[in-house]
C-alpha cells in the first residue's frame, strides 16, 4: 500500500521554522524530512505510564501537605479522533508553572517564588468515552527571553500517550482573551487562525463548581481537520 502523507493537513500545525521564536531557527530541519518506517517494536512497544497511574494523580492541588496559592481551576475534556468519537484510555499528562509564573525546574530562574505545595504535574487515563479530568492552579505567565520583554501568555502543557512506544502527542492549553496572544511567536507559529483558536479553552460555567473552582473545557483532536495543533507534528 503506497503511503500518502495528508501533507494539507500540517496547515493545523506550528512551523517548524518560525524566525519571530528564535530556538526554532537552530531545531527547524534545513532538508527534506524522509519517512522511516516504523519497526514492530515502535508500534507495539510499551508505553510508560499507563499502569503507574494513581487516584488523585489527576488533583495537582492535594500532592502536598498544604493548598497551593492561587486560583483553583478544573480542566477537563475529551480526547478525539477526526470523526469525533473519544479515544479511550489515553494516558494525559500536564504540566504547567505555579501561580506566579514559575516552574520548578533548576533552568527556571525566574525571579518569582516557589510555592512548596505545588509541583505542577499530573497525570489521568481517560474514559471509555475519552474524558479526562484534573483539579489544578491557574498558572501565571512568565518572561521567556525571546525578544524584548516577552512574556508567555498562562498556559498549560498536555501530553497524550496512546499504546505503543511512538504515540506520543504534545500542545499548550491557552485560556480565553489572554492580552498576550498577539505578542507570542508560539502561540503564532500556528498560522491558520481557526486552528491557533482550537489552542484556546473554553470557559465552562455548567461545570464550574460554586464557591470553589472554575472550569475550562479543551478538547483533543488526534487527527483530521480539526486537530490540535501539535508541537511534535
Known amino acids: ?25 537552530k531545531r527547524a530541519p534545513n532538508k527534506p524530512l524522509i519517512p ?10 510499551p508505553v510508560y505510564g499507563h499502569e503507574t497511574v494513581r487516584e488523585g494523580d489527576n488533583d495537582l492541588t492535594r500532592q502536598h501537605a498544604g493548598e497551593p496559592l492561587g486560583e483553583r481551576i478544573i480542566v477537563h475534556g475529551h480526547v ?3 470523526d469525533g468519537r473519544g479515544v479511550a484510555n489515553s494516558l ?15 533552568r527556571d ?13 499530573g497525570r489521568t487515563q481517560s474514559d471509555a468515552s475519552g474524558y479526562y479530568r484534573f483539579v489544578t492552579i491557574k498558572p501565571g505567565a512568565y518572561p521567556w527571553g525571546n525578544h ?4 508567555r501568555p498562562a498556559h498549560i502543557h498536555l501530553s497524550v500517550f496512546g499504546h505503543s512506544f511512538v504515540t ?3 500542545t499548550q492549553m491557552y485560556f480565553p482573551a489572554d492580552p498576550l496572544f498577539p505578542f507570542d511567536p508560539i502561540f503564532n507559529s500556528v498560522p491558520d487562525e481557526k486552528a491557533r483558536a482550537r489552542m484556546v479553552s473554553s470557559f465552562d460555567l455548567e461545570n464550574t463548581q460554586p464557591e470553589w473552582a472554575l472550569c475550562y473545557r479543551f478538547n483533543i483532536v488526534l487527527r483530521g481537520k480539526n486537530a490540535t495543533p501539535m508541537e511534535n507534528t
Request: hydrophobic share 35%; charged share 15%; aromatic share 10%.
Open 1 to 25: 500500500m503506497t503511503f500518502v502523507y495528508p501533507v494539507d493537513s500540517n496547515k493545523a500545525h506550528p512551523l517548524p521554522l518560525s524566525p519571530e521564536y528564535k530556538s526554532s531557527i
Open 109 to 121: 530562574q525566574h525571579p518569582a517564588p516557589l510555592d512548596p505545595n505545588f509541583t505542577g504535574a
Open 168 to 170: 506520543r502527542l504534545v
Open 148 to 151: 524584548h520583554n516577552a512574556w
Open 92 to 106: 494525559v499528562e500536564i504540566w504547567q508553572a505555579n501561580a506566579c509564573g514559575r516552574y520548578v525546574h533548576v
Open 80 to 82: 478525539l479522533d477526526e
Open 36 to 45: 522511516m518506517r516504523h519497526t514492530l517494536s515502535e508500534l507495539t512497544g
